[in-house]
């Protein structure tokens, strides 16, 4: 089995360290980083192909509190796993 994007990062690096299901508010995002106000959320079409509304009215209430949410497919974290890692960096400024 391949590793996933995130085993590939850095260890040191602040994306390595994000918590996992982290509370925020009345969710628990994927990823969190809450002194960057990150947050990564990543979609499978199994678990999100019928939540997509639902998913976005997350998002928006998410960026009312002032995050930044950034979603992946699985595809995207399979297949371009070094541009998922530029894009968090990117967001986390590292």
């Given at each position: 089995m391949a590793k996933s994007p995130r085993a590939r990062w850095p260890r040191h690096?602040?994306?390595a360290r994000a918590p996992r299901?982290?509370?925020?508010?009345?969710?628990?995002p994927d990823f969190?980083?809450?002194a960057q106000f990150l947050i990564v959320e990543t979609d499978g079409?199994?678990?999100?192909g019928t939540r997509f509304e639902e998913d976005?009215?997350?998002?928006?209430?998410?960026?009312?509190?002032?995050?930044?949410?950034?979603?992946?497919t699985w595809l995207q974290?399979?297949?371009?796993?070094?541009?998922?890692?530029?894009?968090v960096f990117a967001?986390?400024?590292?």
């Amino acid at each position: 089995m391949a590793k996933s994007p995130r085993a590939r990062w850095p260890r040191h690096s602040p994306a390595a360290r994000a918590p996992r299901q982290a509370e925020i508010g009345s969710y628990k995002p994927d990823f969190l980083w809450p002194a960057q106000f990150l947050i990564v959320e990543t979609d499978g079409h199994e678990t999100h192909g019928t939540r997509f509304e639902e998913d976005r009215a997350r998002d928006a209430e998410l960026k009312t509190m002032g995050n930044t949410v950034l979603r992946f497919t699985w595809l995207q974290l399979t297949e371009r796993p070094e541009w998922v890692a530029q894009t968090v960096f990117a967001a986390l400024r590292v």
